[in-house]
T-cell receptor
Framework: AQKVTQAQTEISVVEKEDVTLDCVYE???????LFWYKQPPSGELVFLIRRNSFDEQNEISGRYSWNFQKSTSSFNFTITASQVVDSAVYFC????????????FGGGTRLMVKP | DAGVTQSPTHLIKTRGQHVTLRCSPI?????VSWYQQVLGQGPQFIFQYYEKEERGRGNFPDRFSARQFPNYSSELNVNALLLGDSALYLC?????????????FGDGTRLSIL
């Protein structure tokens, strides 16, 4: 069975601080896909990134970066120079297919960025 | 193009009643998935339908059922509602069953059971 754990339930930072959201996963599949989603107060899930199990390259997109380490089954997400608009709940998720069907989600991390 | 649309946005029911939630996928998307998100938790997978056939089912009781129509829209039905069914129900669509494009989520239906 697949499992995703986000140990940090809530993080509070001051604007411009860097923050890292942790994600640890468990799966018996050799091919799998990892995702991060953002959920603002309005409720919709906004796709941020997808990574397949064969690509351990770190990725940077603007202020966002992701560190995938297969050896520790972790897929951590860092926001550099956080902004108030980054305040949301962030979910890490795992799927067997690259479209992200039948996702297994973690419990989420609520990020509060204070001005 | 319109995104994934769900109706209604909010719904209040009482225990024992039945509810039907609706989802229209993005145009051209043939796969629809349903998730339940209880307050303070991550979404949990309920069903996936592709080309009108069930492709996957999560760990939910038989009170939960779904179907997909020829136009690829979908309904989620829940019978004999319990207080624990109160949640945000999210629908997601993708182009094909295992498309290279990630699935897109709707804004959800917030269901409250009294």
């Amino acid at each position: 069975a697949q499992k995703v754990t986000q140990a940090q339930t809530e993080i509070s930072v001051v604007e411009k601080e860097d923050v890292t959201l942790d994600c640890v996963y468990e799966t018996r599949d050799t091919t799998y896909y990892l995702f991060w989603y953002k959920q603002p107060p309005s409720g919709e899930l906004v796709f941020l990134i997808r990574r397949n199990s064969f690509d351990e390259q770190n990725e940077i997109s603007g202020r966002y970066s992701w560190n995938f380490q297969k050896s520790t089954s972790s897929f951590n997400f860092t926001i550099t120079a956080s902004q108030v608009v980054d305040s949301a709940v962030y979910f890490c998720a795992l799927s067997e297919d690259n479209a992200g069907n039948m996702l297994t989600f973690g419990g989420g991390t609520r990020l509060m960025v204070k001005p | 193009d319109a995104g994934v649309t769900q109706s209604p946005t909010h719904l209040i029911k009482t225990r024992g009643q039945h509810v039907t939630l609706r989802c229209s996928p993005i145009s051209g998307h043939k796969s629809v998935s349903w998730y339940q998100q209880v307050l303070g938790q991550g979404p949990q997978f309920i069903f996936q339908y592709y080309e009108k056939e069930e492709r996957g089912r999560g760990n939910f009781p038989d009170r939960f059922s779904a179907r997909q129509f020829p136009n690829y829209s979908s309904e989620l039905n829940v019978n004999a509602l319990l207080l624990g069914d109160s949640a945000l129900y999210l629908c997601a669509s993708s182009r094909t069953g295992d498309s290279n494009q990630p699935q897109h989520f709707g804004d959800g239906t917030r269901l409250s059971i009294l």
